[in-house]
């Protein structure tokens, strides 16, 4: 069973926004797959919060260091060749930013060599949640 979170979920769980509670629990769980882009997303969403006062510095310093502490537990997809020409040909049917563009890519290729459907695509990104439904994903959302 494998879940691929986005960096939305992400930051979501670890700025322990109230509304997305069910996200954290999600997250405890096996079978979490994630983009290498994330570990870059995750650390500049997290800190942008602190900068705008929505999250204390002391805060954002013991997310990330959980987070990362996670990430080595997780599959990462690594941002391969196969990834960024799935990337491209999202970008050619999707209204996408090109970073959702390779979270969904990476989703894709990672679902591609697994032979097998993913679990479940989670995000919270409206486009991005279209894109992967449209793309057949199982998603699960706010």
Known sequence: MIRFFDSSAIVAAYAKQA????????LA????????LSEVETVSALSRLAREDAMPESSRDAAIASFLTDLDGWEIVEMTQDVTARAREVLLVHPLKASDAVQLASALVLQSRLGE??????????????????????????
Do not use: K
Request: net charge positive; no cysteine.
């Open 117 to 142: 459907p993913l679990d479940a695509f989670v995000t919270f990104d409206v486009r991005l949640l279209d894109a992967a439904r449209r793309e057949r994903l199982a998603v699960i959302a706010s």
């Open 19 to 26: 509304d997305r509670p069910g996200v954290r629990d999600l």
């Open 29 to 36: 769980r096996e079978g979490v797959a994630v983009s290498r």
